[in-house]
T-cell receptor
């Protein structure tokens, strides 16, 4: 079974600074997808970034980038120039390729941003 | 447009009531999902519909009854719920083919309280 581990329950960052959220996963599959979702107090789960396992290049979306280490099964999220609106719960998630595969979430990390 | 709309936003019901949650998307997605989320926890998958047919039921109690009347609409009928069923209920949708087939888009959820 696939598992996703987010070992840090909470982190804090100063506004305009950079923070890295860690995530590890366990799978025997070779074709899969990894995601970071953000859930602010407004409740809506928002896709931040995704990574296809077959791509060696790390995904980036504006201030958000990932460090994908396939051999180490590590998928960390770096947030640059942190903003107050980045405060939220962040979930790392895994999905193997194929029909009817489920999205497996980590426990999540609560990120606070200090002004 | 990546919008998944859920109604109502909040719902309070007694244990003998019957109520329904509604989810709608107009992105042409042919997979739709119901999740249950407790506070500070990751979402837990309940049901998956593919091409309007139930493809995954995660051993959910029969007091939760899903329905997919058409490709844009997903309902969750509630009957004789227990207080422990109080949670945020999230709907999501995704494509079943194409480059974006592994991305799930979430609604803002319905906050359910069972008294």
């Amino acid at each position: 079974a696939q598992t996703v581990t987010q070992s840090q329950p909470e982190m804090s960052v100063q506004e305009a600074e950079t923070v890295t959220l860690s995530c590890t996963y366990d799978t025997s599959e070779s074709d899969y997808y990894l995601f970071w979702y953000k859930q602010p107090p407004s409740r809506q789960m928002i896709l931040v970034i995704r990574q296809e396992a077959y791509k060696q290049q790390n995904a980036t979306e504006n201030r958000f980038s990932v460090n994908f280490q396939k051999a180490a099964k590590s998928f960390s999220l770096k947030i640059s120039d942190s903003q107050l609106g980045d405060a939220a719960m962040y979930f790392c998630a895994y999905r193997r390729s194929g029909a009817n595969s489920k999205l497996t979430f980590g426990k999540g990390i609560t990120l606070s941003v200090r002004p | 447009d990546t919008e998944v709309t859920q109604t109502p936003k909040h719902l309070v019901m007694g244990m003998t009531n019957k109520k329904s949650l509604k989810c709608e998307q107009h992105m042409g997605h042919r997979a739709m999902y119901w999740y249950k989320q407790k506070a500070k926890k990751p979402p837990e998958l309940m049901f998956v519909y593919s091409y309007e047919k139930l493809s995954i039921n995660e051993s959910v109690p029969s007091r939760f009854s899903p329905e997919c009347p058409n490709s844009s609409l997903l309902n969750l009928h509630l009957h004789a719920l227990q207080p422990e069923d109080s949670a945020l209920y999230l709907c999501a949708s995704s494509q079943l083919a194409g480059v974006a087939k592994n991305i799930q888009y979430f609604g803002a959820g319905t906050r359910l309280s069972v008294l």
